[in-house]
């Protein structure tokens, strides 16, 4: 259907209030809710009641065309019709992006990189409303094919972005309001990363994890202990070379790090490159500042 329910709608509209965006894309607007609300509280509420007088961009997307009817297109400033599969990359910047009841109805690997896209999208904030776990069947309705629920969704999914949640309990199960403002630290944002790797690399999701991992090596590039987990997690998933390469550009931007050269020297070992091996040990060994259990152990796999 092109509603949803009601349960979450004063919760979400505090936090649009209080965020009052100058600009909103509302994914899959459908009967136009968001659109009508945020019109009143952001432009009528502030006197600006004729349309002439509307200064905030309040845009829609929906992929089923026979849903938009008069009302939606004389409160939205624009409205385009398509899939967000295909329209994502293409769509600009919004201080706030809605997405209301639009990503359970994506293959869960398309709704984790639409939620992707629209997160770096969204310049103040992203809000999300979803139906969680299991409970929520919903086939096709209304000559829409895009009514049918094809994934199921859990709070874990939205730890890479830092949010408040909101869950509420309904007859056919839990649905929960995520509101991931973009205000939020590089460490916060990077611990929610390393949160998301490992609830992936639990549920045997390497490749997922690995994303994510990655994403916090590109935004804390300094940091060891990343760079090692996600060293671990390419050997654990059989990406040994990968791994190696990843850790020698590594210890290039930051060779004081020692504790690198003996992992990156039994990782060599490994793909039986000792000659490679034995250059990153001697190299550790030429290094000053070097502790006597680094040297220790540098000259116990060399004596190996």
């Given at each position: 259907m092109p509603v949803s329910t009601s349960v979450h709608i004063s919760h979400c509209l505090q936090y649009i209030i209080s965020l009052n965006p100058r600009s909103v894309l509302d994914v899959g607007c459908g009967f136009g809710l968001w659109g009508f609300l945020c019109r009143e509280y952001l432009d009528?509420?502030?006197?600006?009641?004729?349309?002439?007088?509307?200064?905030?961009?309040?845009?829609?997307?929906?992929?089923?065309?026979?849903?938009i009817q008069a009302h939606q297109r004389a409160l939205y400033?624009?409205?385009?019709?398509?899939?967000?599969?295909?329209?994502?990359?293409?769509?600009?910047?919004?201080?706030?992006?809605?997405?209301?009841d639009v990503i359970e109805h994506l293959d869960k690997h398309e709704g984790e990189a639409i939620i992707e896209q629209l997160y770096e999208k969204a310049t103040r904030a992203l809000l999300v409303n979803i139906p969680l776990g299991e409970g929520w069947e919903h086939p096709e309705r209304h000559g829409n094919p895009g009514e049918?629920?094809?994934?199921?969704?859990?709070?874990e999914d939205f730890l890479p972005y830092p949010n408040i949640f909101q869950k509420f309990s309904l007859p056919a199960g839990d649905y929960g309001s995520f509101f991931c403002p973009k205000d939020c630290t590089v460490e916060q944002r990077v611990d929610g990363l390393l949160s998301a790797a490992e609830h992936k690399r639990g549920l045997g999701d390497i490749e997922s994890a690995l994303r994510h991992?990655?994403?916090?090596?590109?935004?804390a590039p300094a940091d060891h202990s990343i760079i090692l987990y996600l060293t671990d997690t390419l050997l654990n998933a059989g990406k040994h070379d990968e791994g190696a390469v990843m850790l020698q550009k590594f210890l290039e931007r930051d060779p004081a790090f020692h504790y690198g050269y003996l992992v990156l020297a039994k990782m060599l070992r490994a793909l039986r490159r000792n000659d490679e091996a034995l250059g990153t040990l001697q190299r550790l060994l030429a290094r000053p500042g070097l502790t006597g259990e680094e040297r220790a152990q540098a000259e116990q796999m060399l004596a190996r």
């Open positions: 009528v509420m502030e006197e600006r009641v004729q349309p002439k007088d509307w200064k905030i961009r309040i845009d829609g997307l929906e992929l089923f065309e026979p849903y400033s624009s409205i385009q019709i398509g899939d967000i599969r295909k329209l994502a990359p293409g769509i600009g910047n919004y201080e706030l992006i809605i997405a209301g049918l629920h094809r994934s199921q969704w859990v709070p991992l990655r994403q916090a090596s590109e935004l």
